[in-house]
Every structure is written in C-alpha cells, then in structure tokens.
C-alpha cells in the first residue's frame, strides 16, 4: 500500500485546494489549514477508536490524512495526499490496517475523480 499518492493538476494550488478539501469534506472528513499550506483531514473518533479499535465502521475508526500542496518546476500544482499521523496497527491492530489502508485508498480515489471532474488532473502517481 503506498504511503502517498501525487496528483499533478494543470490548475492554480488555491483552486486545487478547494477541489481537495471539497473531496475530503464529502467523504466525512474534517480539514483544516495546516503550516505551509498543508491540509489536516480527520475523520472518527480518537478516543472511541483507541477503546473499539478495529470493530469500528469505516466512518467512524479515526483516520488522519495529510495533503501538501506545492508546484512542480514544470509550473503545474501538486496535491501529495500523506498518512498522517498515528499509525492503524496500534489502533486497531489487522482491523486497524486494513481500515487505514481502505481510508486512504478512497481519498486517493475521491480526490482523483475531483479532479478529473473538473477538468484539472494531468497525472496522478501513488507511491
């Protein structure tokens, strides 16, 4: 399971944070501004999920991700969508991972298909 996941967008970086944060909003993630431009996305409970663990729904078992925002030297944005802090293993053990790695992979797919909506994606790269 990669550890991020690139998108090369042919827009200004404000408007590709707008298209982002709305993906993440819809799929019932919190996001706040973070240094440098970052974007924090939680979603769950902590404390609930640090109890329950694993048996939690996908909604509910807390996830955080990241996303930077930067421009490559070819001039076109990059929104890198990170884990964030905190590890599923520990929050859930098999369960936990396999939650993690699902959270991530529909905020890959949620941003991508954003994006390409609006007619900004030229690429996208999970690594």
Known sequence: MPESHDFFVAAD???????????????????????????????GSLALTLIVGGLLNDRTFHTRLDVQLMVAPDGRAVARLLR???????????????RGNRAFEQAANAIHASLAQAGVLTDSIPS
């Open 13 to 43: 970086p404000e408007s590709t944070r707008a298209i982002v944060r709305d993906a993440l909003v819809r799929e019932g993630y919190t996001v706040a501004d973070g240094d440098q431009g970052t974007l924090l996305a939680t979603r």
């Open 84 to 98: 964030g802090s905190g590890r599923s293993a520990v929050k859930g053990g098999a369960l936990g991972v396999a």
